[in-house]
């Protein structure tokens, strides 16, 4: 009688346990839809956005003398130059050359390779033919630390 007992106790549990389970894997399939819907929202919306930001109507530094030796060093931290250099002693000395904030900007992200910065500082009246240090323009300078950009950036450079 006892045997009988806990057999059908175990029987149960295991029902019990398999409804669970059917249960557990229907909301995860219901999750799983739930979240695949909401990542076809997110997707379409990240899609939407416009690829630069005059086009996305984000206004910033938008000519030549809105920009400021701060926003040099700024751009210096963000590219992870002062981890790389271990002081600010290039940035410094371009700097005291009389150079522009934007075209000292430029320089820098010629010589990375960024496109969008290049871009966007073309388009603020930035200079790409001011000669920075060692007498070297940003043409000069670009891609040094990205060869693969260089082309890239000489074309949005000499637009």
Request: hydrophobic letters at 35%.
């Amino acid at each position: 009688m006892v045997s009988s007992v806990v057999s059908s106790s175990i029987v149960a549990m295991t029902r019990k346990n398999t409804t669970h389970t059917k249960t557990t894997t229907n909301s995860n399939r219901r999750n799983l839809v739930i979240s695949r819907g909401i990542f076809d929202d997110i997707k379409a919306q990240v899609q939407s956005l416009r690829p630069d930001a005059k086009s996305a109507g984000i206004y910033g530094a938008q000519g030549k003398d809105e920009y400021e030796e701060v926003d040099v060093e700024y751009y210096f931290n963000y590219m992870g130059m002062l981890a790389i250099e271990g002081s600010y002693d290039r940035m410094h000395a371009l700097m005291a050359t009389g150079i522009h904030p934007a075209d000292a900007i430029l320089h820098f992200a010629s010589q990375e390779g960024d496109m969008p910065k290049c871009t966007e500082l073309m388009e603020a009246g930035a200079n790409p033919n001011v000669e920075g240090l060692n007498g070297k323009t940003a043409i000069d300078v670009a891609g040094e630390n990205n060869a693969e950009k260089k082309q890239a950036v000489l074309a949005i450079l000499q637009k």
